[in-house]
T-cell receptor, first 112, second 118 residues
Framework: SQQGEEDPQALSIQEGENATMNCSYKTSINNLQWYRQNSGRGLVHLIL?????REKHSGRLRVTLDTSKKSSSLLITASRAADTASYFCASEGSSNTGKLIFGQGTTLQVKP | NAGVMQNPRHLVRRRGQEARLRCSPM?????VYWYRQLPEEGLKFMVY????????ESGMPKERFSAEFPKEGPSILRIQQVVRGDSAAYFCASSPPSSGGARTGELFFGEGSRLTVL
């Protein structure tokens, strides 16, 4: 399968806690992106990290990338009930055509 | 600035009928992508188009599926003789070109068209 893998598949935490999601991919990449999807809705881009970057921050989001292990993690700090959604990583290969390989996603539930 | 517009949002077809899904990219975006999402799964790439050109269709099934992005009007994903296995959410995404004509990294997704085949 060309799909990436994410773990955990599902995560349930209390508001205020941190949530960490992991993603692995198979081939060399140009960049790796994280998207969020609310139930029944489209995907919203959260953050992009390039292959020559190791860590990136955006608000309460922190993304790391380890190209030697072909893995990435997304950390959401101080979670809120509104963060409840599915989170997908997507890797873009070196062809830079916009063809993204998505992981299976992590379903995050943040309890108020 | 309107986002990526997809219609219809929901479509019901009987086996053997045709489904046409439309996508208008964001203003100024010249790159259009179609992805398919089966229930409880991630998205799978289908096709990448620029105006009047198919750039990468490696994810398109060999039969019954076609896509176009004409000079004028929206991009269309067409599924002929639908089968139950075609039931899925179909997402369109667009991205702007960089100054050199190549695309940038982030994709902007529409809300999706959910196809149900009875």
């Amino acid at each position: 399968s060309q799909q990436g893998e994410e773990d955990p598949q599902a995560l349930s935490i209390q508001e205020g806690e941190n949530a960490t999601m992991n993603c692995s991919y198979k081939t060399s990449i140009n960049n790796l992106q994280w998207y969020r999807q609310n139930s029944g809705r489209g995907l919203v881009h959260l953050i992009l990290i390039r292959s020559n970057e190791r860590e990136k921050h955006s608000g309460r989001l922190r993304v790391t990338l380890d190209t030697s292990k072909k893995s990435s993690s997304l950390l959401i700090t101080a979670s809120r009930a509104a963060d409840t959604a599915s989170y997908f990583c997507a890797s873009e290969g070196s062809s830079n055509t916009g063809k993204l390989i998505f992981g299976q996603g992590t379903t995050l539930q943040v309890k108020p | 600035n309107a986002g990526v517009m997809q219609n219809p949002r929901h479509l019901v077809r009987r086996r053997g009928q045709e489904a046409r899904l439309r996508c208008s990219p964001m203003k100024g975006h010249s790159h259009v992508y179609w992805y398919r999402q089966l229930p409880e799964e991630g998205l799978k790439f289908m096709v990448y188009l620029q105006k009047e050109n198919i750039i990468d269709e490696s994810g398109m099934p060999k039969e019954r599926f076609s896509a176009e992005f004409p000079k004028e009007g929206p991009s269309i994903l067409r599924i002929q003789q639908v089968v139950r296995g075609d039931s899925a959410a179909y997402f369109c995404a667009s991205s702007p070109p960089s100054s050199g004509g190549a695309r940038t990294g982030e994709l902007f997704f529409g809300e999706g068209s959910r196809l149900t085949v009875l």
